[in-house]
């Protein structure tokens, strides 16, 4: 169980401080992007949340949840606190679904993969999932802070 543990928290912990940084985000420049770069900082956020929610809340837990992965791209329309609330929902959600996978699943084969990670087991996708929330919430940051220095 200690991957399981050590997953939940990193996703917690992750979840917790996107949080923080969309909260630090001024409420103009959470859809905007910057030059050079497609995502916005809301757009990313929004990214993380539909992937974990889709991979891990959706296939492993078996949520209700329907990913659109367009959408997380496309919907510039939530609100700063619908974005927060939403990622709380994440957090919430993944908890629950982590805390009912047993460690005999871990070996198991990923359900519906990307294809580029077809055949992996349960317990690989999972630190995947954690570097690629890592690798995002990395570049909202940094957008973020770009776009703050901007309007100074």
């Not at 891990?56 to 659109?68: C, E, K, P, Q, V």
């Not at 993969?113 to 690798?135: D, E, K, T």
């Amino acid at each position: 169980m200690a991957l399981i543990a050590d997953v939940r928290i990193i996703i917690a912990r992750d979840l917790s401080a996107l949080q923080e940084e969309i909260r630090s985000t001024p409420d103009e420049l959470i859809w905007v992007s910057a030059n050079g770069v497609i995502n916005s900082v809301g757009t990313l956020a929004y990214h993380i949340c539909g992937n974990l929610n889709h991979f891990i809340g959706h296939l492993l837990g078996n949520s209700d949840f329907i990913r659109d992965r367009d959408a997380e791209f496309n919907n510039f329309d939530l609100t700063k606190q619908e974005l927060i609330d939403y990622i709380e929902f994440t957090k919430k959600t993944i908890t629950e679904s982590l805390n009912n996978l047993t460690e005999e699943k871990l070996e198991n084969e990923m359900p519906s993969p990307p294809p580029r990670h077809q055949g992996r087991s349960i317990g690989f996708f999972l630190v995947q999932l954690c570097c690629h929330m890592s690798r995002h919430r990395g570049q909202l940051d940094y957008l973020r802070r770009i776009k703050i220095a901007e309007v100074k």
